[in-house]
């Protein structure tokens, strides 16, 4: 809840930290990005060694090999 001041909330602001409620420090949505680009990375990774497996130690590529490449390609 909100009142005329900032939220309405039993928790005080640590000594000498002056609280911003109309520009507060945002720290999950960078947290957020930087998760998403360290899996993005390993998937990446993943699946670049999942396709050299597939077609240089196995030569068995699938339907489902050509199409996940393929889909790839097209994002």
Not at 44 to 63: A, C, E, M
Request: hydrophobic residues 40%; proline residues 5%; charged residues 15%.
């Amino acid at each position: 809840m909100w009142n005329a001041t900032g939220p309405d909330s039993n928790r005080n602001v640590p000594p000498g930290v002056v609280a911003d409620y109309n520009n507060p420090e945002d720290v999950y949505w960078t947290l957020n990005i930087v998760l998403t680009a360290i899996c993005v990375f390993f998937i990446t990774l993943l699946f670049i060694i999942r396709v050299y497996v597939k077609r240089t130690i196995s030569r068995n590529s699938g339907l489902e090999d050509c199409m996940s490449i393929s889909d790839v390609e097209q994002s």
